[in-house]
Structure formats: structure tokens, C-alpha cells
């Protein structure tokens, strides 16, 4: 055995083969086992690491979560009062920071009385797993307390349309203009140099103006999202542009497409599966914008709902609410995706990460 | 005395097909070209004063050392970059600006990848406002004469380098031009490949009423190819020979090793690497002290 490696994967190449001609017979042949490493620049993982890890993704933050909440010596700096004893303004359920009932509690034993009984417990911010597993279910079905007030779908339906509109008004006129830019330096030196200098200013800061111009409703809020959006939109998309090789433009101008027909035939359908992906990037910031948007004029939408909750101290509501946020954001973004490769059949730099094995 | 250099003399037949050839129409006329660019600190220039003419099916092949500016050469034929002074002149006509009538192959994979390989071959056609039915059936037979029918429905991204350069020749030859550019369109191919390549494209070029300037910087290829090659210079970029080939054609493998073939590598082979002595003051290059058999190994 002068040379380890080569009889390895000779050995390799055997069970191959015998496990592809019978099947049965291959759990009798020893598999021999190749290295495959975990960190190499660029290389993809198997489709079963790519499981665990996306998994674990999840996981781990939740693994925190749960330690925090159910381990009562990890972080818990409140005492829940069971029994408020001797102590005049202790009451059953209210929490108090340790040291405080601590000192309560030496003097007590000091002076002589009923002493005061509490569990550790997290602050009234930080609700446990299971608190919160309820309220994704329970916050739908809680009646609004008043009457005016909206269910919380109904809040998660309005910020929805909000994002829909102020996105797909922004993408109506910034992915052209993008592409434009992206694809003539007129269009781009006409443009660009005045949307750098816009998009370093705040969207936020359109609040007032937005509100003054288009009334207290969702008029204002869309502006917001719109302009949140927009100016990022067009350097985007005007970048990826001009990342499309000059190659098959020059190709294109051999075999006699006109000016236009380099526009509609080369340069957009070339950019088309890139101009996705940014799309995509982009609504993810755009939910960003939300949370300001609604908070303008009339508070509405999943925003009015947090803070509401937030204001009844019904913070499980509020972990839920986000949560939610959270689910929609990543199971669009999936949904997107998966049609994004039936869109573009021809795109393979969304594989480059994909699996190997 | 005088004598011919091996690689000038023809046999009867090879002089026949010359003279022939030069018979044929003029389908390309350079005159003059010279092309500098300018950059930060200066110009270069690129060609200078370039002079050829290319008959109607022949076959010219480009050949020069690096940076000599054959690229830029062809760039300027295709209308893809403007001389600084000179003429291009196609058929007698003028070319200013890229056209349908001037095919063009580069070295990288051009193909448009959102297309299929049928899609691709369509594209010129649909621009000359061919219908789109006829345009299939014509494709379809460009694809075929390149070997490549099973793949008619197959993105570029699943085809391999020697099949996609395939297909660029049939998309660039579908679209009816009179002369086909070719910027070293074997460049990024295996050895085995090329040699498959070279015997197609001569195959198709024989069967096709064609023009070909063909440039690449490999010796073999330029000779097989060719009926004449034309020598670049570097610095400037001028021509330094137009040379006839003399081995017979149909081309095969056999040749090369034969003296018409020999004589004129070797002859080509001492214009682009003339000899250096001890003495000449190459600029830009170091001069080291050679390291004696004798030295122990110091790692
Ligand atoms: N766009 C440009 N701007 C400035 N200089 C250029 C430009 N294009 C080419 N050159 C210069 O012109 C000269 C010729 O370049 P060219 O690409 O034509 O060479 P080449 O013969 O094709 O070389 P190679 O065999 O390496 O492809 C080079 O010196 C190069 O630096
Ligand atoms: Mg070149």
C-alpha cells in the first residue's frame, strides 16, 4: 500500500459500480468515505447539508430564545411576586427588578413579618415561545376593542397593498428609466448625477410634505414607500445594465439589428434575469419603508397594530405581528424565486451556489 | 545568384489557383488604414498605414504577435471602431458602421443566451425581415451544415465551447453576409477541437460562396486555413508580407508535415520571431545571470 490515496478511490469506483448493478447488495460493501470539506471559496454544498444548515439557520436563534425563556438562572433580572407577604406595595403578578425585592426582602427578615414569595422571570418585552406560539394564532381571532378598529388581517391585508402600490408604481417608471440609463449615456448623464444626490436624502423626511400634498390616507404612505424605493431603484438596475457584456451588443450590430431592435432584442431580454433578482432585492427594502409610511397621518396597518399592542403591553401580539412580517417576506421571496427559474429557463447564475453532489 | 525561397515556389496547380483567385472580383480593399488611440499620456498607434485587397472566396488568414493590432484590425473591417484615417471599402462601397453584409465570429462565446441555439441562428435572419417560418427553415439548414440538429432547441449554456462557436458560424453565415470576420475563434478551444473546427470551417467555406479574414496567432492554423496570410509587425502595426501558400488544396493533416507547409512556418516563424542576439538592447526585458548546473538547491 505505497500509495493510499489511489487505492481509496479505486475502491470508490468498485462500490460505484456494484451499487448501481444491484442495489441489495450494496449495504454489504464497506462505503468508503471521501473527505468533503466544508469551507471552500465558491464551492456548493451537498443537498443535504444544504437542509441541516438552512435548518439550523432557524434554529439557532430560536435555541436561544428557548434557553433564555425556560432556563430560570439564564438572564431573568425580574422577580414575579406570588405572594406580596408584609410588603405594602407589592402585588400577586406584578414584576419587579431583583435587587429591589432582595432589599424588600432583607428587611422583612430583619424587622419580622410575612415575607414575600416571586419567581424569576423575563421582563413583560420578552415573552416566552410558547406566549408567542399562541398569539400567532390567538391575535386573529381577538376582536379589535373598539369598534373602528381593524382585525389584525385586516391591518396585514392594508400593508400589504401599501407595499404593492408603492412598489409597483416605482418599478412601473424605475425599471425603465434603469434601463435607459444603463443602456445610453445620455439618458444616464441626464439623469443620474441629480438621483444620486436625491436618494441621500431621508424618505422619512417626505413625511410632512407627502401628508401636506396627498391628505392623512394611504396616498401619502405609498409616496413614502415610492420614494424610498425609487431613487435606489433606477443606480440598480442602471448598474446591472451596464453590466451586460458590450460583446453581444457588437454581436447584434454584425447581424443588422437596428438602434431599436438593440434595445428590445439584446439589451432587455440580456438583463431580464438580473433585473429580476434586483426586483427582488429591492421589495425586501421596501418593506424597510413600511414601518415609516404608516406611521404617517393616520397610523394604519401591521405598524398601527404593533404599537397599539405594544401600548396594552401585549407584547406576544406584537412578536407574533412580526413574525408574520417575517413568513410573508421569506415565503414571497421563495415564490419569486421559484418562478423566476421558470421565467428564465436560460439563467444559470442563480445555480452557482446550488448543490454539487 | 538568387533563389526562390522554398515557400515561394508553387506547384503548377497552386499557381493556377492563384492566378484564378486573382481574377475573381476585389470583395475587400483596404487603403491606408492607420488607427491610434489615444490614452492618458498619448497615443498609441495601432495599425499604420495598411494596405490589402481580398478577393471574392478567398481565404485570408491574419497572423502577428501580440498587440500588434489585428484585433483592432478586424474591429475596424466589422465597422465596430472607426479608422483614424484610410478607407474599408466592400464591394467598392464604403463601409462606415457595422452591416449584415460583414459577418463577424469573436474569440468569446457570443451567443445570446436567452435564445435557443435555432432562435440564435434566426436572429440576423429576422432583422433582413425574413418571415419567421421561412426563417426556421433556413436555420434549420445552417444548423444542420454545421453538424449541430440535435441541439436546435438547446440554450448556449448547454452546449460546449467547439458547439457554440459552431453555432456563431452558422448565425453570422445565415445572415447572408459577403465577407466573414473572424477574430481568433478557435482561440479558447482545445488542440483536438481546433483541428476539428479547422476542417469544418474549410468544408463549409468550400461549399459556400464566402470571403473569410480569419486571424489568429497560431502558426498551423493560419497556414492550413489559408490561400495567403497576411504578416502583421507590432509597434507600429504595419504589414510586414502578404504571403501565398503554397500547399495544394483540398487541405489535410498529412500536409504538414510536407515541405511546401515547412518551409513556410519556418519562413513565417522567423518574420514574427526574428533571431535575438547576446547584444540587442530588448527594452522591457531583464537581464539575469543564468544559474550554473552546478548550484545546490536552496529550499
Ligand atoms: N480601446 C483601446 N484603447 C487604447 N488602446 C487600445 C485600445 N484597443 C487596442 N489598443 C491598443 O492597440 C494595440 C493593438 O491592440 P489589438 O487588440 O488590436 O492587438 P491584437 O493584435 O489583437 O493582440 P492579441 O493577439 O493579443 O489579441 C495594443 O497596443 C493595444 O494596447
Ligand atoms: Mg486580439
Redesign the pocket.
Known sequence: MSQPGASASLDQTVVATASTKNQANSRDIPLVKVKDPWFVPRVGLSARRNRVLGIASFLLPLLIWFAISYLPFLWHPNIKITEPGDVSYFKAGMQIERERFESEYAKLVTSGGELPQGEPSNPVYLPAPHEVATALYTSFTTEPRRKSEQWFHESLWHSITIIFWGFTLSSLVGVPLGVLCGTYAAVSRLQEPFIEFFRYLPAPAFGALAVAILGIHDAPKIAIIFIGTFFQQVLVIANTTRKLDTALIEAAMTLGSSRLALLFKVVIPGVLPDLYRDLRILLGWAWTYLIVAELIGTSSGITWFITQQARYKNFENVFAAIIIIGIIGLVTDMLLARLGRRFFPWDRSGDKQAAHA | MNVVPAYQQQTTDVRQRFDTLKQRDVTLQVQNLSKS?S?NDGT?T?LSNVSFEVHRREFMTVI??????????IRILAGLEFASSGVVKLNGEQVSGPGPDRGMVFQTYTLFPWLTVKKNVMFGLRNLGVSDTLAQKEAMQWIDLVGLDRFANHYPHQLSGGMKQRVAIARALAAKPRILLMD?PFGALDAQTRAKMQSYLLEIWRNIDITIVF?T?DLDEAIFLADRILV?KANP?EVQELIEVPVPRPRLASQMLETPFLSTRQHIGELIHPPVSEEDDLPGVIRMTPVGDDVEPQW
Open positions: 488611440f490614452i498609441v495601432a502577428g504577435p501580440s498587440g500588434c493590432g489585428k484585433s483592432t484590425l481568433e486571424i496567432h502583421l502595426g
